[in-house]
């Protein structure tokens, strides 16, 4: 019976019961022997065109590729949402944080929470925004899309 309640609480606390899967552990644990990064993989190889995420030798049928291309059926779109994102934005936390705080999933895992909305810095309790006014080295015009790729990340390691 004790048995039987334990596991039965394990069930319900497993990442598995409803919480949103980690893409980037996922990448790590299956693409990245072959691929690399997977920013700088979808950087490199991949291209946006109105809208829809082409390869580079797969272009009108990238998504039926990956579907018989090591990838599970439920992270298809998800993985390909991610691998849009990474396209489309600049390698800017690789190029001014990452040295310090390591790759973007890994500091979002550790160092990052919504709260009410906001991106929220576990342990200094402030507002991601606020906090990179004075930190980080950021034209005032590169901290919102920092922010904005800060949750997308956070979200992509199922932490949102
Ligand atoms: C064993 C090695 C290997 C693994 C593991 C692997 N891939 Fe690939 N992948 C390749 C090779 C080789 C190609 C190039 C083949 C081609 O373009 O037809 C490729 C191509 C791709 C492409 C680009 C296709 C194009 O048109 O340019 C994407 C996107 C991709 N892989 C995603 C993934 C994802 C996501 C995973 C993990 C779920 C993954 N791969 C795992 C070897 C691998
Ligand atoms: C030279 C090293 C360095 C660089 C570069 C750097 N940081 Fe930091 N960052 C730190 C340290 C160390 C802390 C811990 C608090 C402190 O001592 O300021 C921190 C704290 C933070 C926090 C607060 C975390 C929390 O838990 O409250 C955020 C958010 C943050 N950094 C984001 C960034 C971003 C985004 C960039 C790039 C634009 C960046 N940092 C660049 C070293 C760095």
Do not use: N
């Amino acid at each position: 019976m004790r048995h039987l309640l334990t596991w039965a609480i394990a069930a319900l606390l497993s990442p598995a019961a409803g919480a949103a899967p980690d893409l980037h552990d996922y990448w790590d644990g299956r693409c990245r022997e072959c691929h690399g990064d997977s920013a700088a993989f979808a950087r490199s190889t991949l291209r946006v065109e109105g809208g829809r995420l082409l390869g580079r030798h797969h272009t009108e049928d990238l998504a039926t590729f990956l579907r018989q291309h090591y990838l599970t059926d439920d992270l298809l779109v998800p993985v390909m949402q991610m691998l849009q994102a990474q396209a489309t934005t600049s390698p800017l936390f690789k190029e001014k944080c990452a040295g310090c705080h390591g790759t973007a999933a890994d500091f979002a895992r550790e160092s990052l929470v919504m709260r009410d909305g906001v991106l929220v810095g576990r342990a200094s309790g402030r507002a991601v925004r606020d906090y990179l006014q004075r930190h980080g080295k950021l034209a005032p015009s590169q901290i919102a899309p920092m922010v904005a790729t800060l949750e997308r990340v956070l979200g992509e390691v199922g932490g949102r």
